[in-house]
């Protein structure tokens, strides 16, 4: 239990980072701790100043609205543009959110050592990144490369707020600056501690959520909705009918993401083991 009668300790912020880094196969000085990735998004603008943009997209809108709300007019480019981008900094969220969609560390490392060579930025978010292991940047050493991580997602605790950016040691120097001595609260540091040294939980629970995944793409599938991507933790599916399905999992209190740029498609957040049958009961009832 943290201790809330009293200001954290900055050495347990450190070991936070320290157990963190070791999780992230970071080095610790390069693992800045915050109170979640939105923070850190929100916070890029200032640090990175006056530039231009490009977001791969369509994806999580919080990118664009903490640029635009620095006034700068960020680009979204198509996700088979990246490797041409010409922008100051270059946005990527991997694997994407909502459609899934991932680029190999292969990809991400050739990109990135083309925008070093340019003197430019690669911000890669990677909240969804506990779901794609193998194509984690956080190992990656560069002083141009910052990587965005979430805690709340994949441990399913989003109101603890905690979050990473993954960068060079000047740039966690400025980004504490901006945040300050205590960026993150008690709870956050003892949880934080905790889950991110049980690398074998986060091992057994990665092969769970993706047979979870598994069994809920063959419901959706045998609905008549067709899969389109996702990861392990939700799910985008097709379907001619998407709105009239949308008002229909509504009314048995399922609620699920539907999306203005694409009508024909909806998320659906995986469910917990013990709402499985009432989603599957909804989708074999039809509309």
């Known amino acids: 239990m943290a201790e809330r009668g009293r200001l954290p300790d900055p050495l347990e912020l450190a070991a936070l980072e320290d157990t963190a880094a070791r999780y992230f196969h970071a080095k610790p000085e390069r693992v800045a701790a915050a109170a979640g990735a939105e923070t850190v998004i929100r ?7 006056r530039v231009t943009v490009d977001i791969v997209g369509p994806t999580y809108g919080a990118h664009a609205e903490a640029w635009q709300a620095a006034f700068l007019a960020p680009m979204t480019i198509g996700q088979h543009q990246a490797e041409g981008s ?8 991997n694997p994407n959110n909502p459609d899934g969609y991932t680029y190999t560390k292969a ?22 990144g506990e779901c794609a292991p193998e194509n984690t940047m956080t190992d990656v050493v560069s002083d141009r490369l910052i990587v965005l991580r979430s805690f709340g997602k994949f441990f399913g605790l989003a109101g603890v707020r905690l979050g990473f950016a993954i960068a060079s040691p000047s740039f966690k120097a400025s ?6 001595d205590w960026p993150v609260c008690a709870d956050a540091i003892a949880m934080g501690r905790q889950a991110y040294a049980d690398i074998a939980w986060s091992e057994t629970t990665l092969a769970l959520l993706q047979g979870q995944a598994a069994r809920l793409d063959e419901v959706l599938t ?27 999992l509504c009314r048995r209190g399922i609620l699920t993401r539907p999306f203005d ?3 024909n498609v909806l998320r659906f957040g995986l469910p917990h083991p013990e709402d499985f049958l009432r989603v599957q009961r909804a989708l074999e009832a039809g509309l």
């Open 86 to 93: 010409g922008a100051d900094v270059l946005v990527i969220v």
């Open 43 to 49: 916070l890029l603008p200032v640090l990175l100043g």
């Open 222 to 248: 045998s609905a008549g909705f067709e899969v389109k991507g996702g990861t392990c933790l939700f799910r985008l599916a097709r379907h001619d009918r998407a709105h009239d399905w949308f008002w229909h």
């Open 107 to 128: 990809e991400l490392t050739r990109i990135l050592r083309k925008r070093e060579a340019k003197g430019r930025w690669l911000v890669i978010d990677e909240s969804f």
């Open 175 to 180: 980004f504490r600056a901006l945040t300050g």
């Open 261 to 263: 740029h694409t009508p």
